[in-house]
């Protein structure tokens, strides 16, 4: 089952995915920071890899659409993203990616057989 979360901006429609690749690559692209820093962090240098790691799951959303056989749509165009977002859209992205960054850590509840995720649970309490 695809866990992904819909994001709109610039009359588009993005699929964002924090799956296990994403979540690597997004590891070998931000070595010095968790995906929830990137989240939390409001600076310009924030924003930027905010983008980035959008970048990242719309890239990975896509890819299984296409796989999948729905009709192709464009790739967010990251750089784009970083200098053409208006004030609000900043906090449409930044909820965009956490919510599919959280529901990529979520386990099902028929997958979970009663076992708790400590990993998630720290990830959760951080970002609350």
Not at 25 to 52: E, H, P
Request: aromatic share 6%.
């Amino acid at each position: 089952m695809v866990r992904d979360v819909k994001m709109q901006f610039d009359g588009k429609e993005y699929s964002l995915l924090y799956c296990g690749r994403a979540m690597l690559v997004a590891q070998d692209t931000f070595t010095d920071m968790s995906v929830l820093d990137i989240v939390g962090d409001r600076t310009v240098a924030g924003w930027d890899n905010l983008c980035k790691l959008a970048g990242i799951l719309a890239e990975h959303g896509e890819e299984v659409r296409r796989r999948r056989k729905y009709t192709p749509q464009d790739m967010l165009d990251a750089e784009y993203l970083q200098i053409a977002a208006l004030p609000h859209e900043l906090v449409m992205v930044r909820d965009a990616v956490f919510n599919a960054v959280m529901l990529g850590l979520e386990r099902e509840e028929k997958e979970n057989n009663g076992e708790i995720d400590l990993g998630l649970q720290e990830l959760q309490k951080k970002s609350e």
